[in-house]
């Protein structure tokens, strides 16, 4: 008996060692499957091996065989992954191995395998242990390749926002607590070729670093006249300097220029901390998983991962709303119009804010005067509308009452439909109502820079608005909260339904 236990003991560690030295340089999910062929090959010598995942797709097939003569033990199959149980059957001359792989209590995929005789007891516990380990590797590679794409994707936003920042007129630098230039869009690297110009630009972001608020300047060369803005970003444990460089030798539009710039300069600020704030979540949390993917259990990686996919569509969400706002830069935003139930549409993104509402202590209502409500709209833009909308007020509510609400109401006319959504939040000033359609425009107050955003929202709603030949206004107090209208014609002619002509 001891020398059986031995045996098999030996087995083990053989087949412990031959998996580490062949997955040793694994990096794809292909080398390792591979890599688990050659394994078995050496622990029990298949005269073949197939490899399907959960759903019997074809993972690998070993020799190359594209006939799937492996369907022939589907049922064998469905019971093996069904009782996650290692079983061997008699086929003709061979013995056929089902070998569920378990991860977690999930079946991740199987492994069939042909052999001349029936294993013995040892090579039946090694290929136990050999599907178990092969169902960890196998996943955490995969899990380690979408951390990779993940990667690529936030190195693509990056590029991204430098093609953003490169297309602004004005010249756009980001100064290191040292007093480097770590950062110049293209404008700076064509014309801040000036030393006064640089001179005054570093000057003004050392203020900034030192007293961490923002500071302006202006500096005269060679007859013309620059305004500088510089706004302090923390980074990392330092704080860097966002610096603005704007020609404003016109001095009739000096005053508007110079409200630009403090409006695009505070955007840069605003978008490179919206987009610092995931990918720093994101490079943390894969390097974590990167370095010490051996050592995590399952939860804890499901939830790492989790982070990084809630992270990568806040990611998306934000160069969804700069895609928006340059098409509408270009006037290429184009509306997809279609008969549709304006209800169902808004009810769907009433649906959808609920748990976000809850999350802030809002109580979200939604009523109608009709159960349907036909116009010919671009529905994907509609309900952008009111996610936005609707959003904005549950962000913007108050922190210091208990019966917080926003309410969603939709109204039919007689050739329109009217949308609003009331809430009892901070209000808007009364001098800032008519800016806050103004693009990069976000109102300035304390809870503004404690909530996320870009100051593009409400400039693309009102243009996706008036795209469909509708208006949208705003009826608000400060600290008794606000209800923004928008008002769309239904888009029909008469009782046949035909679509009246985009204009």
Do not use: C
């Amino acid at each position: 008996m001891a020398d059986v236990t031995a045996v098999r003991g030996e087995k083990i560690i053989t087949l412990f060692s031959s998996f580490i030295m062949e997955l040793n340089n694994v990096k794809s999910g292909d080398q390792i499957f591979s890599a688990l062929v050659k394994i078995l090959r050496k622990t029990v010598n298949p005269k073949w091996v197939v490899i399907l995942d959960e759903k019997k797709k074809l993972l690998l097939s070993f020799p190359e065989n594209d006939d799937q003569e492996y369907m022939r033990f589907s049922e064998l199959i469905d019971w093996a992954i069904q009782n996650k149980s290692h079983s061997f059957y008699p086929a003709g001359d061979e013995i056929v191995g089902f070998l569920p792989m378990i991860r977690a209590g999930e079946v991740r995929g199987i492994i069939l395998l042909g052999l001349n005789e029936e294993p013995k007891v040892e090579e039946i516990d090694s290929l136990r242990v050999f599907s178990f380990l092969s169902s960890t590797v196998a996943e955490n590679v995969m899990l380690l390749e979408e951390v990779m794409e993940k990667n690529r994707l936030v190195e693509e936003t990056m590029n991204y926002l430098h093609s953003i920042l490169d297309t602004f007129p004005e010249m756009v630098i980001v100064v290191s607590q040292e007093g480097e230039i770590v950062y110049m869009n293209k404008r700076f690297v064509e014309e801040g070729d000036n030393d006064e110009i640089r001179e005054k630009a570093l000057g003004v972001a050392k203020e900034v670093i030192e007293t961490g608020v923002r500071r302006v300047g202006e500096v005269e060369s060679e007859g013309q006249f620059y305004s500088i803005v510089a706004e302090p970003l923390k980074y990392q444990s330092t704080i860097q300097a966002v610096t603005t460089i704007m020609n404003v030798t016109s001095t009739k539009e000096l005053e508007r220029l110079k409200q630009l710039d403090r409006m695009k300069t505070e955007f840069v600020a605003n978008i490179s901390h919206e987009l610092r704030t995931p990918l720093a979540a994101i490079k943390a949390y894969s390097e974590t998983i990167l370095y010490s993917l051996e050592e995590m259990d399952p939860d804890t990686l499901k939830d790492f991962t989790k982070t990084i996919y809630e992270e990568s569509q806040h990611l998306e969400n934000l160069l969804n709303e700069l895609l928006d706002f340059s098409k509408i830069e270009r006037k290429a935003l184009k509306m997809e119009r279609q008969n549709v139930n304006v209800v169902e549409i808004i009810k769907s993104a009433v649906d959808s804010m609920m748990e976000y509402a809850n999350s802030n202590k809002v109580q979200l209502t939604f009523e109608s005067s009709d159960e349907v409500i036909e116009a010919y709209v671009d529905p994907t833009r509609i309900k952008q509308v009111a996610l936005n909308l609707i959003s904005n007020a549950i962000k913007y509510s108050k922190k210091d009452i208990e019966n917080k609400y926003v309410r969603v109401k939709l109204k039919k006319k007689e050739d329109t439909f009217l949308l609003s959504v009331e809430d009892n939040g901070i209000g808007i000033p009364e001098d800032k109502l008519d800016k806050i359609f103004e693009k990069f425009y976000r109102v300035d107050s304390s809870l503004t820079y404690e909530v996320s955003g870009t100051g593009l929202g409400l400039s693309i709603v009102k243009e996706i608005v008036e795209l469909h030949g509708g208006k949208i206004w705003v009826e608000s107090e400060e600290g008794r909260g606000s209800t923004f209208y928008v008002e769309i014609p239904l888009g029909l002619e008469g009782n046949n339904g035909q679509h009246r002509e985009d204009d």
